[in-house]
């Protein structure tokens, strides 16, 4: 029976699909509509009951909700999260509530997820809806989309423990989720270092040298401390796209897990290049049995052309001259050198090369416009060896300067308090460090994620309502644990607490906000 | 139904090998069709012709799946035609229905906007603050204490019964109702729908049952899509399926729970060995069955509005949804005014799947008895029990006591003690004597006249957990209008929702809730649930203490509004 057989499967607990609702309208194509699925492996009539189920809700929603198509489906034993990346091109993540205490998760953190996976996409690969029209066949997106995506979930060495903001999910077999336990933690935003007026007068001067240094070509710099953002030229999206993958691919603490992984990798048996070997060869294999069988493709030839793949692990590594290096892009025409790689940004749409130089806990992000740079690899050597010339001083101070003002992993904790930070409008977030956050009991963390999850929900209605206005909100709950657990919004900002430590009264708690939001939010959430 | 159905899909274990897809895409088509057929008639929907879903027709085996390729040519008959009625309406009301969806509160032709004050009392709820006589005359309807709206007009403005009986899913005015229910058999026949003509709506309520059973065809059931500001619910009792569309704010669990009412209600008229004909024939048709009831629905739905119900473990054997639900078909049933009745019912919380006789006479206009029996043939016993009561009720003056109290009203928010001095027995303020605040600062005294109670306090609720029952205060300005105190009730939902944490668990202990409407307060002990409102500006310290003064003033006249040491009914 196709769909009991189905089951079997679906309790695998996790799937993700992309399906592009223009294609396979007609009876008989419908395959031509998926544009990924994991697992890969599952039979096209589930694979195609998960999308049909889908669609069929998405044209349902838009009867009444025409503005806002269907978003999630909950359903007794499985979360359906929506998210529309692009006209028509929608990416579903199904994921079972299990008997297991960490399914308690947001519906906005899953789609965080989707929303994320499809930026660092397009920054590197374009538009999905770009490669549909390269390649009308499909394929091209396919395999695209199946190396990065698998690349994105697929497994990941013990991480150091400040290293909040990002993180892979594929552990062994097992799709890890973010849940409850990451309530303090917000996808999508940039964790920056704060930094006294004299070091931020050095940074800036060091940015103004960099972008010297390329001549006449315009550039753009991202600078990070650590894992924390110390400076950026660029538009917020570009921003949080490019610090997404600084922080997954090439901060210091992304390159000591190669090193660590190192004699993983040398015996050939880690899990993540397992994994990536297998989806690509599924990925193969779907397409020969999406393609083997039908007449459009003109030959299997075309497979064999080269898919980038950017969030490959253990494939940085730093050079003699201080740049990290990496064969993704594969080597360049007719030499040995490795191409350098290239990025698309989503505010100018024009694609840049990305340089990346590092010293010590320091990570400098370069970009230039392909069309700027002449000779293309010549010239980018040209501008790296003139950054080392002219800047490699400077970088040193800067990072000595930074070093020394800096607190270490636990430098924006706060005795007494567990919280979240974000700027809505700035795209930033500040937390308690994770190691500290792991203090709490199970408890305040449920109760706190389902706060947030109300929170989400009013703030959704409120841009359906008055898409300029921004919530007003204050909520403190005593919690059944008796932990204190708060959340306020005020003008785009937001402020998430748990405390567990605290008094009794109401009054207690909110002198706690105030007294927080005074020293570390400038007023922000304090009441006039 | 279902064996059909599965054995149609079990065809498809052989396509993991068979590039074809045409027999797998069959459950999809099934969900896709129902679904084009409904985009056919959206206006500017680029859905495939009609005839495009001819040949489907044809290929499909089950009786099932026939009968809905019915379904679906006959809503696509009625689908055009509504298409033509639909062009017409968008030329010359185009800026109107934005008009009305943005204030459909205040649009006389729509229920939810109704001044139903007058009918507020149907939340059994409410009334009780002021009376504590007995069982039945807690449920009633309180008309004549609210002279600033006006009686009459509200009485006009919402009529219980059906209305836009000439939408229906094809029509834009009945996609942007705010609130809809749906009653539907497992096989995708109509029952009930609150707007629009259930026959009409043959395809849509199709299109609802295809959803539910696709997911349930995966091992799954769907409660909840979300979709900007809609949500639709879903409950599956048995062959009885409920859905519930709406972009009210209410929380996800007062929606499901609204659906439990009314599949409550419909057990109510029917009890639960409807069930069996279903099994008998799948394709049983119970609208005759529940004809003319369409009024009970509908004011159910539209008590919802102003409706809390608490639920807790219950002492009394008589469960408040019942109480609550036979109140509703007492009082939207205009026979039973008319004249004494003796009518079946099923009180689906004691017994779901038996039928009792309820005796209903109005000994006035706002007072009426119910006897409950098991015999069917025990009318004329009844009546003479009635009789007997009624003359002990009048001798006693029981009758005019409660007229009276209901004139008085319950507590008032703005007789809150407020003196810091130890009170010295507090007298029946809730019976209306105003007590003037002596010692309060001028700052406090300014702060609420004719705005509430002291601090801003505007409203509260609080419910005894030993006793199981509840006081609130009456409206005072500026909860005045029925607009907001629908608002307000719908904040005391999320309050409930939030503290009750998704029904896992016990319930949280304090929560303290400021936005642009209101300051809330909910406090939750082992004694007591008080939720609290006050104005948005109110001092946190000081509604604090506030509440603490309610509590206090609901304990000293306990006796007094609560009903005490009254034996469980029981049978």
């Not at chain 1, 489906?73 to 006209?87: K, L």
């Not at chain 1, 770009?130 to 697929?154: C, N, Q, T």
């Not at chain 1, 030839?301 to 253990?314: A, D, F, I, K, T």
């Not at chain 2, 005391?492 to 936005?515: I, N």
Request: charged share 25%; net charge negative; with cysteine.
């Amino acid at each position: 029976m196709g769909l009991s057989s189905a089951n079997t499967v679906v309790n695998e607990g996790f799937q993700f699909c992309i399906f592009d609702l223009r294609r396979g309208q007609h009876e008989g194509q419908e395959l031509d509509k998926i544009l990924f699925f994991y697992p890969a492996d599952l039979p096209f009539s589930t694979q195609l009951s998960v999308i049909g189920l889908s669609e069929g809700l998405i044209t349902f929603t838009r009867i009444f909700s025409p503005e806002a198509a269907c978003e999630v489906i909950e359903a007794e034993r499985n979360s359906h999260v929506f998210h529309q990346a692009e006209p028509d091109i929608w990416m579903v993540m199904v994921v079972e509530k299990s008997k297991e205490s960490d399914s308690i998760w947001r519906i906005d953190a899953l789609r965080r997820v989707l929303k994320e996976v499809h930026s660092l996409f397009v920054m590197f690969h374009g538009s999905i809806r770009s490669l549909l029209d390269k390649d009308p066949s499909g394929e091209l997106v396919r395999s695209h989309l199946y190396a990065f995506i698998m690349d994105y979930l697929s497994a990941f060495q013990k991480r150091s423990t400040w290293d909040v903001c990002c993180c892979d999910f594929l552990v062994g077999k097992k799709i890890k989720l973010p849940s409850f336990r990451d309530c303090l933690k917000e996808r999508g935003t940039v964790q920056m270092l704060t930094v006294g007026r004299e070091a931020a007068l050095e940074v800036q001067s060091l940015v103004r040298v960099l972008e010297s240094c390329a001549g006449n070509a315009p550039c753009y710099s991202l600078v990070l401390f650590q894992d924390l953002l110390v400076s950026t030229t660029l538009s917020p999206d570009d921003t949080i796209n490019l610090f997404t993958y600084a922080v997954l691919r090439l901060a210091p603490n992304a390159l000591l897990s190669r090193a660590s992984s190192w004699s993983y990798l040398r015996k050939g048996n880690t899990a993540s290049q397992i994994a990536a070997a297998s989806v690509m060869a599924s990925s193969g294999s779907v397409s020969e049995q999406f393609y083997g069988s039908r007449d459009t493709s003109p030959h299997g030839g075309e497979r064999s052309h080269h898919v980038v793949r950017p969030l490959q692990h253990n494939k940085w590594y730093k050079g003699m001259d201080g740049f990290l290096v990496t064969d993704i892009w594969g080597p360049e025409v007719g030499s040995m050198v490795s191409a350098t790689p290239t990025v698309l940004l989503q505010q100018t749409e024009e694609r840049m090369y990305l340089c990346v130089y590092q010293h010590k806990s320091l990570t400098l992000i370069l970009l230039f416009p392909i069309s700027s740079i002449l000779n293309g690899e010549q010239g980018i050597s040209v501008v790296k060896q003139q950054i080392v010339e002219n800047a490699s001083l400077k970088m040193l101070k800067v990072e000595e300067k930074l070093s020394k003002g800096w607190g270490g992993e636990n430098a924006y904790h706060v005795g007494g308090y567990r919280y979240l930070l974000v700027d809505g409008d700035r795209n930033v977030s500040r937390a308690s460090p994770p190691g500290k956050v792991t203090t709490l009991t199970k408890e305040s963390l449920i109760s706190l994620s389902n706060l947030r999850e109300e929170i989400d929900l009013e703030k959704s209605r409120a841009k359906w309502d008055d898409p300029g206005h921004e919530k007003d909100l204050e909520i403190c709950i005593r919690a059944k644990n008796n932990a204190w657990v708060i959340a306020r919004t005020t003008r785009g900002k937001e402020l998430y607490m748990v405390l567990e430590k605290a008094n009794e009264t109401l009054l207690f708690a909110s002198d706690a906000i105030e007294k927080f939001s005074n020293r570390y939010c400038s007023g922000a959430f304090s009441l006039d | 139904m279902s064996s059909d159905s599965s054995s149609s899909i079990s065809n498809d274990g052989s396509t993991d090998q068979n590039p074809n897809p045409s027999p797998t895409a069959k459950p999809l088509d099934f969900l896709q069709e129902r679904l084009a057929s409904i985009a056919l008639t959206e206006p500017n929907g680029g859905a495939e012709s009609p005839s495009d879903q001819e040949p489907q027709a044809g290929v499909s085996n089950g009786s099932f799946i026939e009968e809905i390729q019915e379904v679906v040519q006959n809503n696509q008959a009625a689908g055009s035609e509504a298409v033509v009625e639909e062009v017409s309406e968008s030329f010359t009301h185009g800026v109107v229905w934005r008009d009305n969806s943005e204030h459909e509160v205040d649009a006389p032709s729509s229920p939810s906007s109704s001044g139903y004050a007058g009918e507020r009392g149907s939340s059994s709820a409410t009334s009780e603050s002021g009376i504590g006589e007995g069982g039945e005359d807690e449920i009633r309807e309180v008309r004549n204490d609210d002279s600033v709206d006006g009686v009459s007009d509200l009485q006009q403005s919402w009529v219980p019964g059906k209305r836009h009986v000439d939408e229906d899913d094809a029509s834009i005015s009945w996609r942007k109702r705010k609130k809809h229910f749906f009653i539907l058999s497992n096989s995708g026949k109509p029952i009930y729908s609150r707007y629009g003509d259930e026959h009409k709506l043959a395809g849509f309520s199709a299109t609802l049952q295809a959803i539910i059973s696709f997911v349930e065809n995966g091992g799954d059931r769907v409660q909840l899509v979300r979709a900007g500001k809609h949500q639709v619910v879903f409950l599956v009792k048995g062959p009885i399926y409920l859905v519930c569309i709406s972009c009210t704010e209410e929380p996800y669990e007062s929606l499901r729970s609204q659906l439990e009412l009314i599949y409550g209600q419909m057990l109510l008229i029917l009890t639960k060995s409807v069930n069996r004909c279903f099994e008998k024939n799948p394709k049983f048709d119970m609208t005759p069955l529940l004809g003319g009831t369409d009024v009970v629905f509908s004011s159910l739905i539209h008590s919802f509005n102003w409706s809390l119900v608490l639920s807790g473990a219950q002492k009394a054997s008589l469960h408040p949804d019942d109480m609550l639900l036979l109140s509703n078909f007492v009082m939207s049933s205009e026979s039973f005014r008319t004249s004494e009745s003796f009518s079946p019912i099923c009180l689906p919380r004691y017994n779901p799947m038996a039928f009792l006789y309820a005796y209903v006479h109005y000994l006035d206009v706002d007072t009426y008895l119910m006897l409950l029996t098991t015999k069917s043939d025990a009318f004329y016993h009844l009546k003479d029990c009635r009789l007997r009561i009624e003359t002990v009720l009048l001798k006693s003056n029981v009758l005019s006591e409660v007229q009276r109290s209901l004139l008085d009203g319950g507590m008032r928010v703005e007789d809150l003690p407020v003196d810091t001095s130890p009170r010295s027995g507090i007298l029946s303020a809730h019976l209306g004597q105003h007590k003037v605040p002596t010692e309060s600062p001028e700052t406090s005294r300014e702060e609420y006249i004719g705005v509430g109670g002291p601090f801003g306090l505007w409203h509260f609720i609080y419910r005894s957990i030993y006793l199981d029952q509840y006081v609130s205060s009456e409206f005072s300005p500026p909860i005045n209008s029925s607009r907001q105190q629908k608002r307000l009730y719908r904040a005391y939902q999320k309050l409930y929702a939030s503290m009750h944490d998704r029904g896992v668990g016990p319930p949280h202990k304090t929560q303290f809730r400021r936005d642009e409407n209101y300051v809330l307060l909910c406090w939750v002990t082992p004694e007591f649930e008080l939720y609290a409102a006050f104005d948005p500006l109110a001092d946190k310290a000081l509604a604090i203490r506030t509440c603490n003064r309610v509590c206090q003033w609901v304990k000293d006249v306990e006796n007094e509004i609560f009903l005490l040491g009254a034996s469980p009914f029981s049978w």
